[in-house]
């Protein structure tokens, strides 16, 4: 079992920064990848960022590219997304989420997510 928590989140302005934190803990021998999800009241959940435990390898959709950038400490077990030129559409719960497979669509392991806020 793997048990993710997150922190980080909170409210900010439009053009503001925020870094979320997510630490595994518990069989993080079994993680290929680790990634970021959000979900906005009234939208689906959308993948925002995801990296590759072993090589490194990030993936961004078109709307957080040049924006958003995930690192990892494989030492700490720990992902990290910094999230800079804050929108108000950026506006969601923010969840980690970890897995040996379909680290892009469905992954194992999720956290319980941490808001954040954008005003205009």
């Known amino acids: 079992q793997v048990q993710l928590v997150e922190s980080g989140g909170g409210s900010v302005q439009a053009g503001g920064s925020l870094r979320l934190s997510c630490a595994a803990s518990?069989?993080?021998?079994?993680?290929?990848?680790m990634g970021w999800f959000r979900q906005a009241a009234g939208k689906e959940r959308e993948g925002v960022a995801r990296?590759?435990?072993?090589?490194?390898?990030?993936y961004y959709p078109g709307s957080v590219k040049g924006r958003f950038t995930i690192s990892q400490d494989n030492a700490k077990n720990t992902v990290y997304l910094q999230m800079n030129s804050l929108k108000p559409e950026d506006t969601a719960m923010y969840y980690c989420?970890?897995?040996?497979?379909?680290?892009?669509?469905?992954?194992?392991?999720w956290g319980q997510g941490t808001q954040v806020t954008v005003s205009s």
């Open positions: 990296i590759y435990r072993i090589d490194g390898r990030a």
């Open positions: 518990g069989s993080t021998y079994n993680i290929t990848c």
């Open positions: 989420a970890a897995g040996p497979v379909r680290c892009d669509r469905d992954p194992t392991y």
